[in-house]
């Protein structure tokens, strides 16, 4: 496939993008925050650590060679030829981002975002196998992630691949749509979650000999909620940075994105408290984060391409979705997720690639990187996104299970079920993330 040069963008345009990419940061705190708070306390240490490696391996290993496969429509990609179509199924760039000048052209703000993106897409593994994930083994199953699986299905999506240009191969609507990550990050995470989940196994005593779910609650529920605060910021900064990049959206549109992330998380939170007060007596904090945090997730896809009110029922959905799946999938599938980052997720953000075929798009919205004429039947958006989701399942999911299998098979996982009661702080980094509140015996009480 002969390349093109990417589109560059105005000066206004690139400032903007650059002053969105840099709020990329506080969704990582969030999430790591979340991420912690709904742990044990014996467990926090090793969690925050944990964020900080795996944060740095991922943007490591995109650096050295995730850009290079994913990609971005107008640089060189692997293509297939299909009966007349051309199937872009893999970037063909060079690795350690060379070729790629870093001057505020649109591949390079791409590839800026992406180190960040990444990165978040990492941290949501984490809070689903806490507790009892070996802190090498996360950093390895990272480098896969962040070298193999995101870039591959990112390239589809964002980098002009196949799923972008089924609306020009195949008349279904813009071709796959997605402007923030619902299905690149929220899914692929979520769906590397379910893996390690299935891998891992539950906590030690987190279910009984009848197969019962025991309440192991997280620590801090401060650290949760204002975790959530500060995912906010972080995916407006998110969403926004990428609808002007994967959906063409002008500055002045990005107010739309804003308002559509805000609805979006409002109804979530709104529906969870109202949800688990309907069936709980009282509202319950963790799950109404989750809900919060699962609007986000969904509100993602189509942010740049929905009106408001179609945003804020999509967090309402949401937000009740979660509060009954998390339930579900402990007591029915016995999958124990301490962040509920499958549901929140995995399960969000398929919802919001969903939404994004039900509900009317607002007028004046650009089309995806990667598809340039408009849907020929009412019914073709609908179809792109559902072929999106089937791709997630069908591909992604067997292709993160498999790659995690292999590396359990050479490097085990877990922390030992005997070392998993002291915690993973003390067995894996020696102390815990609170000294003042260990006991201690009488000698290390003397005067």
Known sequence: MSPQPPQAMAETSQVLCILFIFLLPLALAGLALINTGLSRLRSAAHSMLATLCVAGVAA??????????????????????????????????????????????????????????????????????????????CCLSTALLAGITYPLFAHWVWGGGWLARLGQNYGLGFGFLDAGGSSTLQAVGGLTALSMVWLLGPRRGKYNLEGMPAALPGHNTVLVLFG???????????????????????????????????????????????????????????????????????????????????????????????????????????????????????????????????FPRTAGVAVAAGAAIPPTAPGGQFLAQIVGIATLVGFVLPLTYSLNW???????????????????????????????FMTHTDEFSQW
């Open 60 to 137: 490591v290993t995109y650096f050295v060679m995730g850009f290079s496969l994913q990609g971005y429509p107008g640089l060189p990609s692997h293509t297939l030829n299909i009966f007349g179509k051309e199937w872009s199924w893999l970037g063909a760039g060079h690795f350690f981002m060379r070729g790629v000048p870093l001057d505020g052209s649109r591949a390079s703000l791409t590839a800026l975002m992406q180190l960040f993106c990444v990165a978040l897409a990492a941290l949501i593994p984490l809070g689903a196998a806490a507790e009892r994930w070996r802190l090498r083994a």
């Open 228 to 358: 959530c605060v500060l995912a906010l910021v972080g995916w407006m900064g998110l969403n926004a940075a990428g609808s002007m990049l994967f959906a063409g959206m002008p500055p002045g549109r990005t107010v739309l994105v804003a308002v559509n992330t805000l609805l979006s998380a409002a109804g979530a939170v709104l529906a969870a408290a109202a949800t688990t007060r309907y069936r709980f007596g009282k509202p319950d904090a963790s799950l109404s984060a989750n809900g919060w945090l699962c609007g986000l997730a969904a509100s993602s896809a189509g942010c740049a391409f929905v009106p408001p009110a179609a945003a804020l029922l999509i967090g309402l959905v949401a937000g009740t979705l979660v509060t009954y799946t998390v339930a579900w999938m402990e007591a029915r599938l016995g999958l124990d997720d301490p962040a509920g980052a499958v549901s929140v997720h995995a399960l969000g953000g398929i919802w919001g690639i969903l939404a994004v075929g039900l």
């Open 406 to 436: 292999l590396l359990n098979r050479f490097s085990p996982q877990r922390i030992p079920p005997d070392e998993e009661r002291h915690g993973a702080d003390l067995y894996e980094l020696g102390a815990g993330a609170y000294p003042e």
